[in-house]
Nanobody, 115 residues
Framework: QVQLVESGGDLVQPGGSLRLSCAAS????????MAWYRQAPGKQRELVAT???????SYTDSVKGRFTISRDNAKNTVYLQMNSLKPEDTAVYYC?????????WGQGTQVTVSS
């Protein structure tokens, strides 16, 4: 079993930055795929960014050049650095981790971009 705890969501003005963190804990797990999803009110959950164990990254078009996914292996933590935030980035952001045995989700953290 793996537990994911997200943090870093906040209210920020357009053009601002935030860094989301996702700390993973549990017994003897290896993160094969790490990702961030988001869900805005009334919309389906959307894949934002993916990072594989081989350090390959991918991003949805709307965040390319603004968001960066990364990890700290020593801390078992995945990050999402979000720059040049726009009102349309407002959503609940969810951390996702897939191990050899199962996928896991975090509880979500609210990001609101508004002036």
């Amino acid at each position: 079993q793996v537990q994911l705890v997200e943090s870093g969501g906040d209210l920020v003005q357009p053009g601002g930055s935030l860094r989301l963190s996702c700390a993973a804990s549990g017994r003897s797990f290896r993160m094969l795929v790490m990702a961030w999803y988001r869900q805005a009110p009334g919309k389906q959950r959307e894949l934002v960014a993916t990072l594989t164990s081989g350090d390959s990254t991918s991003y949805t078009d709307s965040v390319k050049g603004r968001f960066t996914i990364s990890r700290d292996n020593a801390k078992n933590t995945v990050y999402l650095q979000m720059n040049s935030l726009k009102p349309e980035d407002t959503a609940v952001y969810y951390c996702y981790v897939r191990t050899v045995t199962a996928p896991y989700w975090g509880q979500g953290t609210q990001v609101t971009v508004s002036s």
